[in-house]
C-alpha cells in the first residue's frame, strides 16, 4: 500500500540527510518514526480534566435567569473597559 505524507521542506531534507548517514531508505526512518509516537502514546496515560470547580451557590438571584450575551457581557466588561 501507499501513502503520501506531507512535511515540510526543511524536515523533509534533515529526514533525508539522517536516512542516507544511516544507510536507509526515507521510507525506514518514516516508519521507525511512526511507530516510536505509536508505542509512546499507547503507554501514556488517558488525558484526564482536572477539577475546576468552586464555592458559592451559583448565579446571582437577578441572574438566574439572563440569558448567555448577559453573563458574557458582565463576565468581560472590565476587560473591554
Not at 39 to 67: I, V, W
Request: one cysteine or more.
Amino acid at each position: 500500500m501507499k501513502t503520501t505524507v506531507e512535511i515540510s521542506d526543511s524536515l523533509l531534507r534533515e529526514a533525508r540527510r539522517l536516512a542516507a548517514r544511516e544507510g536507509v531508505m526515507l521510507r525506514t526512518l518514516v516508519e521507525r518514526g511512526r511507530h516510536r509516537v505509536i508505542a509512546e502514546t499507547e503507554h501514556r496515560a488517558p488525558f484526564k480534566l482536572r477539577r475546576a470547580s468552586f464555592k458559592g451557590n451559583g448565579r446571582q438571584t437577578e441572574l438566574d435567569r439572563a440569558p448567555w450575551d448577559t453573563l458574557r457581557d458582565l463576565a468581560y466588561k472590565d476587560r473591554c473597559a
